[in-house]
C-alpha cells in the first residue's frame, strides 16, 4: 500500500464540481502541498474543457469533448485516490504548464 501524500484530501476535493476545485485552491494557499497542487491544475484543465464542450453543443463535437471530459474527469479522481499523480496524456502537462498562476 502507498504511502499518503500530503495534500491529498485538496486533491480528492478538487474533483468535487467547479466548487470544490475553489475551495481545494483556497486552502491549498495557505499551506502548499505539491500532490494537491498537481491536482488543482489538472482540475482546472478540464473544466475549462467542459466549457468549450458546452460552448460548441450545438454541434456534435461539443457531444463527443463533453462525454470525454467527464471519462477524464473519473480517471482524474480515480487517480487522487490512489495517491497517484498519473498524467492524462498530452493533456495533463499541458495543464500543469499553462495555470501556473494556480501554484
Not at 501524500?5 to 505539491?34: C, S, V
Not at 498537481?38 to 484543465?45: A, E, T, Y
Amino acid at each position: 500500500m502507498s504511502k499518503t501524500p500530503p495534500g491529498k484530501n485538496k486533491a480528492i476535493i478538487a474533483y468535487i464540481t467547479f466548487i470544490g476545485m475553489l475551495i481545494a485552491y483556497f486552502m491549498n494557499r495557505d499551506e502548499k502541498h505539491e500532490f494537491a497542487t498537481w491536482h488543482i491544475k489538472n482540475m482546472f484543465g478540464l473544466v475549462v474543457l467542459l466549457f468549450c464542450s458546452l460552448a460548441l453543443q450545438n454541434y456534435a463535437i461539443g457531444f463527443y469533448i463533453y462525454w470525454i471530459s467527464v471519462a477524464l474527469w473519473v480517471f482524474s479522481l480515480l487517480m487522487a485516490l490512489t495517491n497517484k499523480q498519473q498524467a492524462i496524456p498530452f493533456l495533463s502537462e499541458k495543464f500543469q504548464t499553462w495555470f501556473t498562476f494556480l501554484d
